[in-house]
């Protein structure tokens, strides 16, 4: 079975195939990946304008579905099922890919998947890893989600817990804008982190409880909270001379240290609902476990516990169309996907 994904949920135009495999350990390989990032065209706004990204997909969704299919050397007669997403996003993005998966379902008598961003980023960990051992927490840390799920089974996720404000992306995003480290944000800070002191500034963390204090796991730290931590960088900014720009060390010490405490918080959580529920691994995905201090501290506290940890590369790691497909094949496994679905801005997981 070969599968064509496509992903248009938010500023990157993205369609790749992939194919099982027929070997349980490693169930599917992927064949394409193709990513048209609008990063270009969003940088001078600070941030991605809604209208504009879909105009974009418009431009740009043809040349990518042509070259995810020459990638994987194959014309439109190899594909055997498609999937899109069809949620959660910006909803004029969204409609694009779900208009073009369910036109090209038409014309071709395919079936089509609409699958949950989120589901794409959790099934991420599946397509490089295979069969991860079960039941497992996964964290799922992007721009706009940050969450942990239980997965008892193959493709049933179970929210535990997520952010009651900002997602972990968003803080960087924001962070990085304040201190003046460019678009976008993540991927700024982990570079200017590398030359500063994790230490330099001491950033305090909301402890977070579960609203259920007679639930058994209720004193666990399952829920995130990282719109302190923004408020705190603005304080700090605050308080230097009026009008002072921050040198390229001042910066470096920010990244670094918002950085660990994001890192910190992220970890610290996940380990502790893993250990609550019993998991035997854990899964890093979404744009923000592509941070190269989450993937490097994330491995060893999974070593220092005796818990396998799984986060995939990074090309996987951010929005992708491979991990859609992926998402549609577990979806097919599961029975028939109904094709009787709209793109939808707001869609919980299951
Ligand atoms: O999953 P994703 O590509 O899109 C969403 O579904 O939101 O995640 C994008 C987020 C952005 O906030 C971006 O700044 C963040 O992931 N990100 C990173 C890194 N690379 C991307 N954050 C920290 N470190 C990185 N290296
Ligand atoms: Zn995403």
């Not at 969003?42 to 070259?67: K, L, N, T």
């Not at 599946?126 to 799920?149: C, K, N």
């Not at 995939?312 to 979806?331: E, Q, V, Y």
């Amino acid at each position: 079975m070969r599968i064509l994904g496509i992903e248009t949920s938010c500023d990157e135009t993205a369609a790749a195939v992939v194919a099982t495999t027929g070997d349980a350990a490693k169930p599917w390989t992927m064949l394409s990946n193709v990513v048209a990032s609008q990063n270009d065209i969003h940088r001078e706004f600070g941030g991605v304008v809604p209208e504009i990204a879909s105009r974009q997909h418009v431009r740009d969704i043809c040349g990518v579905v042509e070259a995810a299919l020459a990638n994987a050397s194959l014309d439109l007669g190899g594909l055997d099922a498609i999937a899109v997403t069809r949620g959660p996003g910006l909803v004029g993005s969204l409609l694009v890919g779900v208009s073009f998966a369910k036109a090209l379902s038409a014309a071709r008598g395919l079936p089509v998947a609409g699958v949950h961003h989120l589901a794409g980023h959790i099934e991420s960990i599946f397509l490089e890893h295979g069969a991860i051992e079960l039941p497992a927490v996964v964290l799922v840390v992007s721009g706009g989600h940050t969450s942990l799920y239980f997965l008892p089974r193959p493709g049933e996720y179970e929210l535990i817990g997520r952010t009651r404000d900002d997602a972990a992306g968003e803080a960087f995003d924001k962070v990085a804008k304040l201190v003046g480290l460019g678009y976008p944000g993540g991927p700024a800070i982990d570079r200017a982190a590398k030359n500063g002191n994790d230490q330099a500034v001491k950033f305090t963390t909301p402890r977070m409880t579960h609203p259920d204090r007679n639930d058994p796991k209720a004193t666990l730290a399952a829920e995130f909270s990282f719109s302190g931590l923004k408020t705190a960088v603005v304080r700090h900014l605050e308080k230097r001379d009026e009008g002072a720009t921050l040198t390229e060390q001042e910066k470096a010490d920010f990244a670094a240290s918002f950085q660990r405490t994001v890192v910190e918080t992220l970890l610290k959580n996940t380990f502790a609902v893993a250990e609550a529920y019993g998991a035997k691994s854990i899964g890093i995905a979404g744009g923000v476990s592509a941070n190269s201090r989450l993937r490097a501290d994330a491995e060893a506290q999974g070593r220092a516990a005796g818990i396998p940890v799984y986060i995939p590369r990074l090309a996987l790691s951010t929005d992708n169309a491979a991990m859609i497909a992926a998402a549609g094949l577990r979806m097919l496994e599961r029975g028939a996907p109904s094709a009787d679905f709209h793109a939808a801005a707001d869609l919980p997981i299951s």
